[in-house]
């Protein structure tokens, strides 16, 4: 059974001060993880797709990073505006099915 | 594209009514995909369309829900009889399957209250 777990559960950041986010997963070929943000009241916005061990992805503040056992979402000189729920997924070769994590929730005060 | 679409997007009804949740999916996307999200559980998947053919429900929690997929623009999630239990923020997402992992695009959620 695919297994997604994520942490911390909660992130308090302040503006300006970089971290990272911890996907770790357990899966039966990986077909490709995903990383979603979410915004309270809305649905999961999409952000990177990543297929391989040491591939990485950025966007605008955010850079995806993956090995053969987690990912991580690094956050670089954050704003307020970043501040939401990210998401972790897996997609396996067993299935057509997304397994979720639980989520980070990040917070960025100013 | 005007992104996958749901409605209502906030639904309050009482115990023992039936509710009909609905889902556009984006146009040219061959699976469609229903979850439901509750603080305690995260997001889980309840049901999924490829080809709008019903793959795998095993994620449905009870008789009391079923969905449907006519046709490849429409989807609906019922619940009869609704139950408090089942209140949470439901949500559609629609993928198109490449030669990749498919990314899945979800829509705004609609948000139930079962009173």
């Known amino acids: 059974e695919d297994q997604v777990t994520q942490s911390p559960e909660a992130l308090r950041l302040q503006e300006g001060e970089s971290s990272s986010l911890n996907c770790s997963y357990t899966?039966?070929?990986?077909?490709?993880l995903f990383w979603y943000r979410q915004d309270p009241g809305k649905g999961p916005e999409f952000l990177f797709t990543?297929?391989?061990a040491g591939e990485e992805k950025e966007k605008e503040r955010l850079k995806a990073t993956l090995t053969k056992k987690e990912s991580f979402l690094h956050i670089t000189a954050p704003k307020p505006e970043d501040s939401a729920t990210y998401l972790c997924?897996?997609?396996?070769?067993?299935?057509?099915?997304?397994?979720f994590g639980g989520g980070t929730r990040l917070m960025v005060k100013p | 594209d005007a992104g996958v679409i749901q409605s209502p997007r906030h639904e309050v009804t009482e115990m023992g009514q039936e509710v009909t949740l609905r889902c556009k999916p984006i146009?040219?996307?061959?699976?469609l995909f229903w979850y439901r999200q509750t603080m305690m559980r995260g997001l889980e998947l309840l049901i999924y369309?490829?080809?709008?053919?019903?793959?795998?429900d095993s994620g449905m929690p009870e008789d009391r829900f079923s969905a449907k997929m006519p046709n490849a623009s429409f989807s609906t999630l019922k619940i009869q009889p609704s139950e408090p239990r089942d209140s949470a923020v439901y949500f559609c997402?629609?993928?198109?399957?490449?030669?990749?992992?498919?990314?899945?695009?979800f829509g705004p959620g609609t948000r139930l209250l079962v009173l």
């Open positions: 997402a629609s993928s198109f399957r490449g030669a990749k992992g498919e990314t899945q695009y």
């Open positions: 899966v039966s070929g990986l077909r490709g």
């Open positions: 990543l297929y391989s």
């Open positions: 997924a897996v997609h396996s070769n067993a299935g057509n099915m997304l397994t």
């Open positions: 146009s040219g996307h061959d699976y």
């Open positions: 369309f490829n080809n709008n053919v019903p793959i795998d």
